[in-house]
């Protein structure tokens, strides 16, 4: 039956009450469709109560809610991620990768900790591992009002406006006795059958595919634009509880219940278990169904079900002691390896890839693999022709583990490192100490590719829109071929690019523009010299204030910086007084490019104090903590001296906390560090 707008408000002169009546018909089919897979009424039927709400909300725009389905893609594009900060920090988990270390290191580890043997007390809940991506949900009231990533497991990235595209996720909870506040983490993925649709377009618009679900998932998740996460059918199971007030939980087992009965998706995988044997099993079990379920798992997590027990047994560097992540053995495939390849790299480095006949592992098409270098090449003795085992585990590149020497013919061909680079012809080296064969040519067309894919990428410059496909366009046209080039761009050089309109190019331009005053530490970065990566890059741009100032640097004085050792000094020293790179670093600068210097807050709380951290931080990572003293205008040093003004001791301190002692110097616990920085 197609309703008209007329009839829909003649029929409903209350118009209000329709309105609700129609959003909870419309969250409960949700409810059926996405975690029950057991749909009421047909997709059409769904649209047809999808388009009333959206009409009368149309009309009576004062009835919209937060809540509203017809909200879930609400927001506009953002230009970055607000931070923000877990209520409870989020954990990672200690990996068991066979039966016999389920039951030393969670087992028998809780039974001596707790002094408990084999106790009724004691039952364990077994979930299967998602492999998807960490993310915490705040609902206030019963209304989702915050979601964030995982981040550092301290601060996460603000991403509500794309997870409230998860129609399986309620927006509002429903039922008795939703509590006031309720934090709660899940596991957002995407199915297989989503991940193969959604690549199967990106193959149609010639954009790359995703090479597994995973990174698919986290593509569509960190997307500043909701209405692009919206066309990316997300998922998520809710697994662990961080904050809640107005609730309580004696177990997982009852905690997942409750939850799901306030209409969060929990994973109907999930079993509770009265011993160690049955999670072994349950681990079995889940490995034998794996390559059957509709999403990807990379093992099982087995929780201690009591919350009592839980807080007994606390945590240790950084994961708890009351659960186990258990990873089933990486999925391998047998396949010919066709031919193999050379593909080289930023630096100049010539990597042999395996061109394989298409094979597929669980869902995925792997059709190349890297073969490192050829050390590990002869090693593994491959040779063109070879029947191979392939593996692919978790997100990494899938890699030959070895050849299956009985199916060799002898018409296989080994194949000897390259003399020359494939790409330029120029020679190449094999520079002493290192496996790695490296081409020499200043002027490589894939080395200046590579670099300047580098440059834009999200670590460096992080270039908006500046993708492969475009610098690929741009360098065969001719119209790059530095990184300062980009600068020189203008919208009529975009005119024939392939789905390039004015808007794109508009954006692109301003993206370029906008970088030229990024911060000195990508800058630094992003000029790829070797050795220095972003946490090196940092420090540079700290100890020296200006790309002048590191240009006319010495070994010496470098590796007097913290964390620079004679290598990276040597390589820095090396990249400044190469012409080329001057010249390319002098044309950048009439450009515009001027990265700010990070200015250390003067005359901050903490100005001119030294920090030393030593042990295991479980409450924060060193990362945070450096940043929130240095935003107070504090240093972080790496060792103790007289000059040390406070020293912040994890668990297992050693040596700098007996010479703190020592020396006298004020040490901090954790908690007591995180009271100084709240300390107004
Ligand atoms: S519990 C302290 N349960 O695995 C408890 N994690 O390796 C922390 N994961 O960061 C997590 N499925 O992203 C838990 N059923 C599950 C899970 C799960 C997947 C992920 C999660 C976590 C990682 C730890």
Redesign the pocket.
């Known amino acids: 039956m197609q309703l008209s707008l007329l009839d829909t408000v003649e029929q409903h002169p209350n118009a209000a009450n329709r309105v609700k009546e129609l959003r909870l018909q419309l969250e409960h089919h949700n409810r059926q469709y996405y975690q029950r897979d057991a749909p009421e009424i047909s997709d059409s039927e769904y649209d047809e109560l999808f388009r009333e709400l959206t009409a009368l909300e149309d009309q009576c725009p004062e009835l919209i809610t937060q809540d509203s389905p017809t909200q879930r893609v609400g927001g506009a594009p953002v230009a970055r991620f607000r931070a923000v900060a877990h209520g409870v920090p989020?954990?990672?988990?200690e990996?068991a990768f066979n039966e016999e270390e389920i039951r030393a290191k969670l087992d028998a580890r809780i039974k001596k900790e707790l002094g408990l043997a084999d106790s009724p007390l004691l039952t364990y809940m077994c979930?299967?591992?998602?492999?998807?991506?960490?993310v915490e949900l705040v609902y206030e009231q019963g209304l989702l009002t915050v979601a964030s990533t995982?981040g550092d497991g301290v601060t996460g990235e603000d991403v509500t406006q794309n997870i409230r595209t998860i129609r399986g996720l309620p927006l509002r909870l429903t039922g008795e006795g939703v509590p006031g506040l309720l934090e709660i983490?899940?596991?957002v993925y995407l199915s297989l059958d989503a991940f193969q649709k959604i690549n199967q377009g990106r193959e149609e618009n010639g954009e790359p595919s995703f090479a597994n679900p995973r990174n698919a998932a986290a593509g569509s998740l960190r997307q500043l634009d909701p209405r692009i996460t919206a066309s990316r059918p997300l998922s998520i199971?809710c697994?662990?509880p961080g904050r809640v007030e107005g609730a309580t939980f004696s177990s997982q087992y009852e905690f997942l219940n409750v939850a799901s009965r306030w209409g969060l998706p929990v994973?109907p995988m999930?079993r509770r278990v009265d011993c160690v044997e049955g999670a072994v099993a349950y681990y079995h079990e889940m490995n034998g169904m794996r390559e059957s379920l509709p999403y990807e798992?990379?093992g099982?997590?087995i929780?201690v079900d009591s919350f009592q027990l839980q807080r007994e047994l606390g945590?240790k560097s950084r994961?708890?002691l009351?659960?186990i992540?258990c990873k089933f053995p990486p999925r391998q495939a047998e396949t010919q390896l066709e031919n193999i390849l050379l593909s080289v790299g930023r630096t100049g480095v010539i990597t042999p890839v395996a061109q394989l006949k298409p094979v597929e592992i669980s869902g995925v098409t792997v059709s190349r693999a890297t073969l490192h270098n050829w050390d590990e090449m002869a090693a593994k003795d491959i040779r063109i022709g070879d029947t191979v085992v392939v593996e692919r585990a978790g997100d990494v590149i899938p890699a030959v583990v070895r050849v299956v020497t009985e199916r060799r013919n002898g018409s296989e061909r080994a194949v000897p490192p390259p003399q020359s680079c494939p790409e330029c012809g120029s020679a190449v080296v094999r520079i002493a100490g290192e496996v790695a064969v490296r081409c020499m040519g200043i002027s490589c067309p894939s080395q200046i590719r590579e670099s300047i894919k580098h440059f834009a990428s999200r670590g460096a410059m992080d270039i908006e829109g500046l993708g492969d496909k475009v610098i690929e366009q741009l360098l065969s046209l001719g119209l790059v071929r530095t990184v300062a080039d980009l600068y020189r761009l203008t919208k009529d050089d975009f005119m024939c690019f392939e789905r390039m309109g004015d808007k794109l190019a508009a954006n692109l331009l301003a993206a370029l523009n906008a970088s030229k005053s990024c911060d000195l530490g990508r800058y630094i970065f992003a000029l790829g010299i070797r050795h220095v990566g972003e946490r090196t890059a940092k420090s540079l741009a700290q100890a020296y204030g200006s790309l002048a100032n590191l240009e006319k640097t010495t070994v010496e004085e470098l590796t007097s910086v913290r964390d620079i050792g004679a290598t990276v000094a040597q390589s820095i020293v090396t990249f400044f007084n190469n012409q080329n790179n001057q010249a390319v670093i002098n044309q950048l600068r009439e450009y515009g490019v001027d990265p700010t210097v990070v200015v250390k807050t003067v005359g901050g709380r903490l100005s001119g104090r030294n920090f030393v951290f030593t042990g295991t931080l479980t409450r924060f990572t060193r990362d945070f903590a450096r940043k929130q003293v240095e935003d107070l205008g504090g240093n972080v040093v790496g060792s103790v001296s007289r000059k040390t003004d406070y020293v912040v001791a994890g668990e297992e301190a050693g040596s700098k906390l007996l010479k703190a002692r020592e020396l006298g110097i004020t040490i901090l616990g954790e908690d007591e560090f995180l009271n100084l920085l709240e300390q107004q």
């Not at 989020?90 to 988990?93: C, F, G, H, N, Y």
């Not at 979930?127 to 960490?134: F, R, S, V």
């Open positions: 989020m954990l990672s988990l990996n979930e299967p591992k998602m492999d998807g991506l960490a995982r983490r899940g596991e199971y697994y662990a994973n999930v798992i990379d099982t997590v929780k945590e994961a708890p009351w659960a992540a």
